[in-house]
DNA sequence: ATGCTGACAGGAG
DNA sequence: ACTCCTGCCAGCA
């Protein structure tokens, strides 16, 4: 398993409860704004006996995952729920309102749930 | 080593 | 507002 994978796993695994995360962010996190595929490819790979919270992590404009994930969208939308997570009228997510603190634009080291825990070497 | 695929993102139609 | 096309990067056959 590459390095990229276990950091993706590590930020994922420390989303808060009832907030929600991009694609897009955790990749631009480790460094790979471009590679927003790969987390969500990472996900895809990621074993849920890891605890990993993926059905916090979300695309960008609020649509949930394929139906084929977490055993359908209405699933995960559900789970997201309980979360405490809302959402749109029209079904999609209210990242503006859960997206975790103000990620991209933020800077480095004011990371939300990390705190600590990327060395920036 | 080459090519295909994908749980995305962003711009264009 | 919605859908389609292209770009990107890391795994796997």
């Avoid at 933020?106 to 825990?117: I, S, W």
């Amino acid at each position: 398993m590459d390095h990229f994978f276990q950091q993706v796993y590590e930020l994922v695994a420390q989303i808060p409860r009832g907030k929600l995360a991009t694609y897009g962010q955790i990749a631009a996190l480790l460094g790979r704004p471009r590679s927003a595929k790969i987390v969500g490819w990472a996900m895809r790979s990621a074993p849920c006996e890891l605890d990993l919270p993926c059905h916090r992590v979300v695309s960008k404009s609020g649509r949930l995952a394929p139906d084929y994930a977490f055993g359908g969208a209405g699933k995960q939308r559900a789970m997201l729920a309980a979360e405490g997570i809302t959402f749109k009228v029209d079904g999609c997510l209210d990242l503006d309102k859960h997206l975790v603190r103000g990620w991209p634009g933020k800077l480095p080291g004011d990371l939300p749930f990390l705190a600590g825990e990327v060395d920036c070497s």
